[in-house]
């Protein structure tokens, strides 16, 4: 661990090898099969950025499973947060996107106004000014179509 800490490459690297089985299946057990590979990545690369922090060589194990810990536990509260946002995004993928568009007047007054979201802005201005189809939308946005038809469907609701 000494030689990792002075920036010998080697020897990090075999550090970091010597503990990826093992928080490997640690970061499973915690955040499932699909995402513990991605997780583990994340949790080397911080292991190595904050190596020189370490002060005993025999803590190594127990801290680089705290720092596993605290990213699976960040990484499930995020999903979490973002399943409950999305849950319904399945069923708004299904939803008819009305072919009519805005009147200018409409348009120009729903993107000057403070009643919606910087978000639905966005899509607004993507869709009926940059003249982009639902999905380049939600792909330039990195949402989900079903959010894009919610959000646009905001210039439907609003006209008289």
């Known amino acids: 661990m000494l030689r990792a800490q002075c920036d010998d490459r080697e020897a990090l690297e075999a550090l970091l090898r010597s503990v990826q089985p093992s928080l490997r299946r640690y970061l499973t057990g915690l955040a499932g099969a699909t995402d513990a590979d991605d997780l583990l990545q994340d949790v080397l690369v911080l292991i190595a950025r904050r190596l020189g922090s370490l002060d005993d060589p025999k803590l190594f194990r127990p801290w680089s499973f705290r720092i596993a810990s605290r990213e ?47 978000a639905s802005r966005a899509v607004l201005i993507l869709h009926f000014e940059e003249e982009l189809t639902l999905p380049e939308v939600a792909a330039i946005l990195d949402i989900p179509l079903g959010t894009v038809k919610s959000r646009r469907r905001i210039g439907d609701s609003a006209r008289p």
């Open 72 to 118: 699976a536990f960040r990484h499930l509260r995020k999903r979490r947060h973002w399943e409950g946002r999305h849950e319904d995004d399945t069923q708004l993928d299904d939803l008819p996107t009305p072919a009519e568009r805005p009147s200018g007047e409409l348009l120009r007054e729903l993107l000057t106004s403070q009643t919606i979201s910087s």
